[in-house]
């Protein structure tokens, strides 16, 4: 199966500094890469996704880009506030046609200091 | 308003006694499924199921059962708990089975004692 490995586990920053969260996978049947903020005590929720046939997304602040060939995807926040203070998780779904698991990474904190 | 709903939020038992945390969805969502929330491990899948009466284990199926009756509900069940289910539970579900958005739950904390 799908194994989606994530670091840093802990990332603190400067207010206005980028941050940077890289995860790898092992399975080349993967072609879908979602991002998921969770802040405290809520839910995650998704904050961008990439498909296999994308090399990078950008979406106002936040930008995710995929390299198929190594394996490994980033997720990237520029200017960040302390409103990005959060655990981000990477995805990794595979589409087989059968069970279609969405693997999750471990996790990074991040920590945005004024 | 499109939403996953857990019940209940918290919840404190005893090992042994049985319990069901409740999960439905409005948005006639076909994939659903259980994640259990632990420190340094992230989400781990405990069971999935790609439509109604058709139910398949995660990566960490054991001491838990589900059940797809109706296409909005997806009950977890603990026959007997034990403190090692200790943990926070989150149901989601995808409106099919492919590379879509998964929608979260709000989060059951479960303490086993």
């Known amino acids: 199966g799908e194994n989606v490995e994530q670091h840093p586990s802990t990332l603190s920053v400067q207010e206005g500094d980028s941050a940077v969260i890289k995860c790898t996978y092992s399975?080349?049947?993967?072609?879908?890469f979602p991002w998921y903020k969770q802040e405290l005590g809520k839910r995650p929720q998704l904050i961008i996704d990439?498909?296999?046939?994308?090399g990078e997304k950008k979406d106002q602040r936040i930008a995710v880009t995929l390299n198929k060939t190594a394996k490994h995807f980033s997720l990237h926040i520029t200017e960040t506030q302390p409103e990005d203070s959060a655990v981000y998780f990477c995805?990794?779904?595979?589409?087989?046609?059968?069970?279609?698991?969405?693997?999750f990474g471990t996790g990074t904190q991040l920590k945005v200091e004024l | 308003e499109a939403q996953v709903t857990q019940n209940p939020r918290y919840l404190i038992t005893v090992t042994g006694k049985k319990l069901t945390v409740t999960c439905s969805q409005n948005?006639?969502?076909?994939?659903m499924s259980w994640y259990r929330q632990d420190p340094g491990l992230g989400l781990r899948q405990i069971y999935y199921?790609?439509?109604?009466?058709?139910?398949d284990k995660g990566d960490v199926p054991e001491g838990y059962k589900v059940s797809r009756k109706e296409k909005r509900n997806f009950p977890l069940i603990l026959e007997s708990p034990s403190p090692n289910q200790t943990s926070l539970y989150f149901c989601?579900?995808?409106?099919?089975?492919?590379?879509?958005?998964?929608?979260f739950g709000q989060g059951t904390r479960l303490t086993v004692v």
């Open positions: 399975d080349s049947a993967s072609n879908y």
């Open positions: 199921s790609m439509n109604v009466e058709v139910t």
């Open positions: 948005m006639n969502h076909e994939y």
């Open positions: 989601a579900s995808r409106p099919r089975a492919d590379n879509t958005e998964a929608f």
């Open positions: 995805a990794a779904l595979p589409f087989t046609g059968g069970g279609n698991k969405l693997t």
């Open positions: 990439i498909r296999s046939n994308v």
